[in-house]
T-cell receptor, first 113, second 111 residues
Framework: SQQGEEDPQALSIQEGENATMNCSYKTSINNLQWYRQNSGRGLVHLILIRSNEREKHSGRLRVTLDTSKKSSSLLITASRAADTASYFC?????????????FGQGTILTVHP | NAGVTQTPKFRVLKTGQSMTLLCAQDMNHEYMYWYRQDPGMGLRLIHYSVGEGTTAKGEVPDGYNVSRLKKQNFLLGLESAAPSQTSVYFCASNSRTYEQYFGPGTRLTVT
């Protein structure tokens, strides 16, 4: 079963605008990760946030985590056409999970030049 | 440093045929994973391995077998392919630092 539910399923914006994607999950986690997938390619890791962290930044990316609501958001600021891709959240339960990830269904982001 | 590679990139099988997908990583990672991705869905874990000679079932293991005879290789086998196994298959690896590194995928069609 899918751990994460992502919202929206698709997002279309203009270059320069900000894009926000949300992820909700069901069970306790050790960390939550965001991945990007360009069409027809493998996934690429973007950012990881641990369960004891509330916010993390990496370049134009900002991730927040609210463990009480079991939700996370990914903000991409000043988007570019090259940001067009699918974005997935993935949760790691930690412990003896051996790094196994449970993925959400993804948000398709289209950035128009 | 090639990272994670997968062969083949594309394959078409007839129902009942068998095949093996090969995943190789050159990062000396302990953990390796096989996922499948279906249209409009995220990735679902088929099988995984936490070290050479070990394998374990993931979320959707039925119809697949795996082997990890060498640390750098993780093989996924389909003994008798079914149309429901039409999908894109991704291999990934990590070194206990949480981030997974993915291969480029194998697009499999079963007719």
């Amino acid at each position: 079963s899918q751990q994460g539910e992502e919202d929206p399923q698709a997002l279309s914006i203009q270059e320069g605008e900000n894009a926000t994607m949300n992820c909700s999950y069901k069970t306790s986690i050790n960390n939550l990760q965001w991945y990007r997938q360009n069409s027809g390619r493998g996934l690429v890791h973007l950012i990881l946030i641990r369960s004891n962290e509330r916010e993390k930044h990496s370049g134009r990316l900002r991730v927040t985590l609210d463990t009480s609501k079991k939700s996370s958001s990914l903000l991409i600021t000043a988007s570019r056409a090259a940001d067009t891709a699918s974005y997935f959240c993935a949760t790691d339960a930690g412990g003896t999970s051996y790094g196994k990830l449970t993925f959400g269904q993804g948000t398709i982001l289209t950035v128009h030049p | 440093n090639a990272g994670v590679t997968q062969t083949p990139k594309f394959r078409v099988l007839k129902t009942g045929q068998s095949m093996t997908l090969l995943c190789a990583q050159d990062m000396n990672h302990e953990y390796m994973y096989w996922y499948r991705q279906d249209p409009g869905m995220g990735l679902r874990l088929i099988h995984y391995s936490v070290g050479e000679g070990t394998t374990a079932k993931g979320e959707v293991p039925d119809g697949y077998n795996v082997s990890r005879l060498k640390k750098q290789n993780f093989l996924l086998g389909l003994e008798s392919a079914a149309p429901s196994q039409t999908s894109v298959y991704f291999c990934a690896s990590n070194s206990r630092t949480y981030e997974q590194y993915f291969g480029p995928g194998t697009r499999l069609t079963v007719t």
